[in-house]
């Protein structure tokens, strides 16, 4: 197996993980974690698909992901915190108001 | 202002009237009453003078006005009045002022938006009427729908919500498949002879096979026949007519149900000649059905709005029978039971609207002996049960005779060669006149005599108000009945362009 | 001017039932009412005389007069029109000379109604519909008419209306003339769809001219004698006649005796030349005439209210006349419509009068005794009695021999069983009246004490007319009606073997005429107990009389029982309410229920949603990926 290859599967186990983790657990603080994680590796795709071609986009992407996924939990995470106030609970199936 | 303006200001009117009363200050009911009735009133007198000025010479449409709306798609904002409409834009008009001054004492709450609400019914009931394209008329078909459903959804009775409910889901319903079929007929046009039109007078000449036009037809009838009502689509009318406030019970019958008839009349059978003349049996057993089913109903009810609901259907299966004749005398008769049954039925809905005022009940047992107590009010309530009933020297007789007559002559040489079905259907039409005997006799009895007996007495005979508004139906009643030689004499060419195109055959290949 | 031979009782009513009545607030008071109500309807009569005169002047041809268009359509023109021949003249005469005679005698019957105003203001409106009938031009002006005068008898039936009895005969009037309506509209339909007018001159005219037009005039024939059943009283459509008593008497008197229902007779007499061409017709009518006369007779013998046997007489009387019809003899049957019209008012003013002497009492078991009382009321209703039996030479005599020979020799479906029945019926006749004037004038009196006291006779306003209509009972005879019709409605030819029999028919009847006399005179001239004991003896079929055949009881139990039942069991209940409203209601239900499940995929549930959205890019990859 190459370097690529490796990198890949790397990226790929980090995004898998990321992905179980979301449907998975019910801690609402771990599923945006995981969510990081699924960022990061796809992430991790980006660059080394960057690395092959040798051109910036791949790179400028990565930026691009890295603001917008900081700007994301800026946001998610006052907003938890402003839900856990009311529901005094970090268990995702308290919050069902959408049900019906 | 030349004429074809007149007839835009005619349309219209009310909807400046509803802004004229949404900047009206709140909280002045007789001002806000005054200025509706004002504006009715001109429509009637403008409708009037376009009435005086309409030429029975000519074939076509007067007054005119066609303007491109999406000329993309051949939308024009095309009106117009011709044989067709004129009677039926004639007594909308001169229903108006009526419905709105016989409102004066029956709305207690948010008079402002009633009357909002009244105009915009009017607006779309003229606009349907008048509209030559077929866009324009199913926008204003549709427009109908909200002003109607907010009527009888806030000022209505008991049930209200669920009689609304009924009407509006019932009617879009059938709504819905006639644009279908309107946005198919028009792709069909465009297809066949590359002419894009939304217009009748394009769409008329439009050639189907048999079997789109009778899906067609089938699209376009299930809306008219739920509007008219034709049984078996007519379980929503007397909960509708229950329910709505006397208002909206005399915009109902007065004018609405004739959307449907109109529909049948203008659109319907003359798009799809060669669908209408295979169905014809049918359509015209359900037209006698909805003769004899609505009498009987009619004889059997305890609510006195049932018993007027049922009667309605009853006598706009009459109007049906005229039309399917295919005969020039059923044909003018079905256009005057048409203008008749809005001023019959419009008028006992009144009458209705005024005994509930006094009495709070609808209850046909609750009542007696009201020749003694309102002679005045039982005089003119024998007049239009009378005109209900056909008696010569009423609207009423004219329609129904002059149907019967067409439809008997029709269905005579058919007879002859074989087909009985025709000959057997005008013959129970005609014993139909028997149970509109007694049916309304049947009500004119419990109701006017015997021993008196009324909830909520004592009150006062009718007013003056009052009494104007019936006398002018009566007065309406008696010179249609009269002297119908002139409202004949102008929807004489419409009828006779109706029949030529409804016998005619317009299937692709044909030479004709 | 015959337009104003019939607007002029339109007047009395616009300016009757708007000034006179609680509508215009009483501005005039009874002597206005009495004066326009009578003056109006005798102006009428004199400008008849007039018209006669000027159509004698004319060489009898027919006036027409045309008033307007009421509608073009196509090619076809219903105009208001009026004709104007000889028998529109003696219709016309007996219509507004007795009427007005009847409207003379309610000033003095019901001077103390306070619906004074508006019984003359329909009195006056039903004159103006009669006349519509019988001057009208073309089937439709008729038809106007007709209705019109169902109009005007319905409201006065019921004019009593606090009681709602009373109303319900009136609607019950008006319900069964429709039935015949029915039957008569499906005739005007043909005759105009195979003529393309309503003109009954005109229709007359292509009857009787060389070719015979391609129209059954049977089916035509039928259709216009059911109108005329519903109208006139026949078999099966009689049974509003007795209830329609329930009317003040004057009402009874023109409307159901001298006119309205006359109108079916006129009918058939005028569309005489269809009839002449449809032997099936006419002799269903002759057969209905004839059973109906006996029909109606057996029960006038057992009826104890004095209106009521007078009703059935009426019913009985028409019988005859549709037999006339029915073998041809048109102009003899509108004779015995003149006399009747005389005799049978004079009868039933009479017997207002009685009612008005007793204060109310119409049941015959408690009257008897009048004869010295009230003579004028005596003779006159005497008079008219012997009329009716058919004694010579009184006019009844006249007009009926002329039916019964007539039914006995015409050619035109003449013979001996039909003679039979309506000479049985004669006789009957002679009886029942007789036992009326015997219970009701001779005897030892029955009334009441109070009843008693308050007998006296009536004023001169209702005498005078008494005498007067018993003295043309009396004459009537004379006026020779049907040699005056005969240029316009022929006799029927009579079979030539038969001639010999005409005089001994003749001795028949009289002799039939006075032994119902001396029948009724012995039954009930005599002790009570003789009436009594043959009551006894013949218990059951008296059950059977008494109650009419049960024939109302009959169409309740087949005709109005089950029309409510179907229309409030299968129609409004099973049909409206279980299979349309109940489809409407499962449909709406299916979307409800439906809108529920899918409801249920909203859980609210985050992770849930979040499995569906991996579902759904996962489906969308391997889609691609397919289909790449």
Excluded at chain 2, 5 to 20: D, H, K, Q, S
Excluded at chain 2, 198 to 217: C, G, T
Excluded at chain 2, 288 to 305: E, T
Aim: aromatic share 12%; proline share 4%.
């Amino acid at each position: 197996m190459d370097r690529t290859q490796l990198l890949i599967g790397v990226a790929v186990t980090l995004f898998s993980l990321g992905l179980v983790g979301v449907i998975v657990r019910r801690h609402v603080l771990v599923m945006l974690m995981c969510m990081e994680l699924m960022l990061n590796g796809v992430n991790l795709s980006l660059v080394t698909f960057a690395q092959q071609t040798s051109t910036t986009v791949g790179a400028v992407l990565v930026f691009l992901i890295f603001v917008v996924a900081t700007v994301e939990i800026a946001l998610a995470i006052p907003i938890v915190l402003l839900l856990v106030r009311t529901k005094r609970t970090l268990d995702l199936g308290a919050y069902s108001e959408l049900k019906g | 202002m030349s004429d074809a303006a007149v007839l835009n200001l005619i349309l219209f009117l009310p909807l400046l009237g509803t802004g004229l009363l949404v900047a009206a200050p709140a909280g002045e009911p007789g001002f806000v009453r005054r200025l509706a009735l004002v504006v009715m009133i001109v429509q009637f007198v403008l409708a009037a003078w376009l009435y005086a000025r309409f030429d029975s010479t000519r074939a076509g449409l007067q007054f005119e006005t066609r303007l491109p709306w999406i000329a993309q798609w051949g939308v024009y904002y095309q009106i117009g009045l011709d044989g067709y409409n004129v009677l039926l834009v004639m007594l909308t008009a001169f229903l108006g002022p009526l419905v709105v001054a016989g409102a004066f004492t029956a709305i207690a709450k948010d008079e402002k938006l009633f009357y909002a609400m009244v105009f915009l019914v009017q607006f779309a009931m003229l606009g349907t009427f008048v509209a030559q394209d077929l866009f324009l008329f199913y926008f204003f078909w549709e427009t109908m729908l909200i002003p109607m459903f907010l009527l009888i959804g806030i000022w209505g009775g008991e049930r209200r919500i669920y009689a609304t409910l009924k009407f509006v889901l019932y009617t879009a319903f059938g709504s819905i498949l006639m644009l279908a079929a309107v946005i198919y007929l028009v792709w069909s046009l465009q297809n066949t002879t590359g002419i894009t039109s939304f217009a009748f007078s394009d769409l008329v000449k439009s050639r189907l096979p048999l079997d789109a036009q009778s899906l067609l037809l089938a699209a376009f009838a299930l809306s008219f026949a739920i509007k008219v009502p034709m049984v078996p689509l007519h379980t929503w009318l007397p909960d509708a007519h229950v329910e709505a406030p006397t208002t909206g019970s005399v915009i109902l019958a007065g004018v609405m149900l004739k959307m449907g008839t109109y529909g049948f009349m203008k659109l319907g059978f003359p798009l799809f000649p060669d669908a209408t003349q295979l169905y014809t049996p049918l359509l015209m057993a359900l037209a006698v059905l909805s003769i004899v089913y609505g009498a009987c109903l009619a004889l059997v009810q305890d609510d006195i709005k049932k018993i007027i609901a049922y009667s309605s259907i009853s006598h706009l299966g009459y109007v049906m029978l005229g039309l399917l004749s295919l005969d020039l005398v059923g044909i003018q008769g079905a256009i005057i039971q048409m203008v008749s049954h809005g001023l019959v039925a419009g008028g006992l809905f009144l009458m209705v609207g005024m005994i509930y005022e006094r009495c709070h009940t609808r209850e046909l047992r609750a009542y007696g002996g009201l020749a003694r107590l309102l002679p005045v009010y039982s005089v003119f309530f024998m007049i239009l049960t009378l005109a209900s009933v056909g008696l010569p020297t009423t609207s009423g007789f004219t329609g129904e005779f002059l149907v019967l007559l067409g439809a008997f002559r029709a269905a005579w040489p058919l007879h002859t060669t074989g087909d009985d079905l025709p000959l057997v259907l005008a013959v129970v039409a005609v014993a139909g006149v028997v149970l509109g005997a007694l049916y309304m006799l049947r009500f004119a009895l419990a109701f006017l005599y015997g021993a008196p007996r009324a909830p909520h007495q004592p009150f006062a005979d009718l007013d003056r108000r009052e009494k104007s508004i019936l006398g002018l139906i009566v007065a309406a009643v008696f010179a249609l009945g009269l002297f119908p030689d002139e409202p004949i004499g102008k929807t004489e060419l419409a009828a006779k362009s109706y029949r030529q195109l409804v016998t005619a055959s317009r299937l692709p290949g044909d030479s004709r | 001017m015959l337009t104003a031979i019939v607007l002029l009782p339109l007047l009395g009513f616009v300016l009757n039932g708007v000034l006179a009545t609680r509508l215009g607030g009483n501005r005039f008071g009874p002597r206005f009412v009495s004066a326009a109500g009578c003056g109006l309807p005798i102006a009428s009569f004199l400008l008849v005389v007039k018209a006669v005169l000027e159509l004698r002047a004319g060489g009898w041809a027919p006036l027409v007069e045309t008033v307007y268009r009421w509608a073009l359509i196509g090619d076809n023109s219903f105009e208001i029109a009026f004709y104007f021949d000889r028998l529109s003249a003696v219709m016309a005469l007996v219509v507004t000379g007795v009427g007005s005679v009847i409207h003379v005698y309610s000033i003095g019957y019901m001077k103390d109604d306070e619906g004074y105003g508006r019984f003359f203001a329909y009195l006056n409106l039903f004159l103006f519909f009669m006349l519509l009938l019988v001057l009208g031009r073309s089937l439709l002006v008729l038809f106007v008419g007709w209705e019109g005068v169902g109009l005007a008898s319905y409201l006065l039936i019921g004019f009593w209306f606090h009681d709602l009895a009373n109303a319900r005969a009136g609607k019950k009037a008006f319900v069964t003339n429709r039935i015949g309506d029915a039957g008569f509209l499906l005739g005007m339909f043909v005759l105009f769809q195979a003529f393309g007018t309503l003109d009954m001159d005109r229709i007359g005219a292509a009857f009787a001219g060389p070719a015979l037009p391609a129209v059954s005039a049977s089916l035509v024939g039928v259709l216009l004698f059911i109108g005329a059943t519903g109208k006139s009283a026949q078999i099966p459509l009689h049974v509003w006649l007795p209830d329609a008593m329930a009317g003040p008497t004057p009402v009874s008197a023109l409307i159901h005796a001298a006119t309205m229902v006359t109108a079916g007779v006129y009918l058939v007499a005028r569309m005489s030349a269809v009839y002449l061409h449809a032997p099936e017709a006419s002799a269903l009518i002759a057969v209905v005439g004839v059973a109906t006369a006996f029909f109606a007779a057996t029960i006038a013998v057992v009826q104890t209210d004095i209106k009521k046997v007078l009703a059935y007489s009426t019913i009985s009387q028409l019988g005859f006349m549709f037999l006339a019809l029915g073998v041809g003899a048109y102009g003899v049957a509108i004779f015995h419509l003149v006399t009747h019209a005389f005799f049978k008012a004079c009868l039933f003013l009479g017997a207002g009068s009685v009612i008005h002497a007793l204060g109310g009492e119409q049941d015959v078991r408690r009257m008897g005794g009048l004869a010295r009382r009230i003579p004028l009321t005596f003779w006159s209703f005497a008079i008219a009695t012997a009329a009716i039996a058919g004694i010579p030479p009184l006019a009844g005599f006249f007009s009926k021999d002329g039916i019964l020979w007539y039914a006995f020799a015409s050619t035109r479906g003449g013979s001996p069983l039909l003679w039979l029945v309506a000479a049985a019926t004669a006789l009957m006749t002679a009886f029942y009246m007789f036992r009326l004037l015997w219970l009701t004038f001779f005897g030892r009196s029955r009334m009441t004490p109070e009843v008693e006291h308050h007998v006296h006779e009536s004023p001169s306003s209702m005498t005078g007319v008494l005498l007067l209509l018993a003295a043309l009972s009396a004459l009537g005879g004379f006026i020779a009606v049907p040699h005056f019709l005969e240029a316009q409605l022929p006799l029927p030819p009579v079979d030539e073997h038969l001639h010999a029999y005409e005089t001994p028919l003749l001795a028949v009847s009289v002799a039939l005429a006075l032994a119902g006399l001396a029948a009724a005179a012995w039954l009930f001239g005599g002790p009570a107990e003789r009436a009594e004991r043959l009551r006894a003896r013949f218990a059951g079929p008296h059950r059977w009389l008494s109650s009419k055949y049960f024939v109302d009881e009959l169409y309740e139990r087949c005709l109005d029982k089950p029309l409510v039942w179907i229309s409030d069991r299968i129609f409004l209940r099973f049909g409206d309410r279980t299979l349309i409203d109940g489809t409407l209601h499962a449909l709406a239900a299916i979307a409800r229920g439906s809108a529920a499940v899918f409801g249920r995929l909203q859980t609210g549930s985050l992770h849930l949603y979040a499995w569906f959205v991996l579902l759904g890019i996962v489906g969308a990859l391997l889609w691609s990926w397919r289909h790449v």
